[in-house]
């Protein structure tokens, strides 16, 4: 198991950004979290197999359609620091 944080900015908020990664994360096996920040950004914790984080990873750059990314920045976490199992869509903050 891997886990990453991504901090995503750009047009990603008011464009479905957080339940389509919600639901990308959830069909690639991941567990985790996405939120939105009162600054605009969008913000996530992924684990799971190393291959589909880094489809994640991928899929976070491009967004649902009506998303503009203009940057993820990807930090390794402690995989241990995240639940087993299911995907949130937290509160923004």
């Known amino acids: ?4 944080h991504l901090r995503i900015s750009g ?5 479905g950004y ?15 979290w996405v939120r939105n920040r009162v600054d605009g950004s969008v913000e996530a914790a992924v684990r799971g197999a190393p291959e589909a984080v880094e489809q994640m990873v991928a899929w976070s750059r491009r967004g649902p359609p009506g998303a503009r990314v203009s940057d993820v920045v990807i930090t390794s976490i402690d995989d241990a620091a995240l639940p087993g199992d299911g995907f949130e869509v937290l509160a923004t903050q």
């Open 18 to 32: 957080r339940a389509s990664f919600a639901m990308q994360a959830r069909e690639l096996g991941l567990s985790g």
């Open 1 to 4: 198991m891997t886990a990453r």
């Open 11 to 15: 047009l990603v908020q008011g464009v």
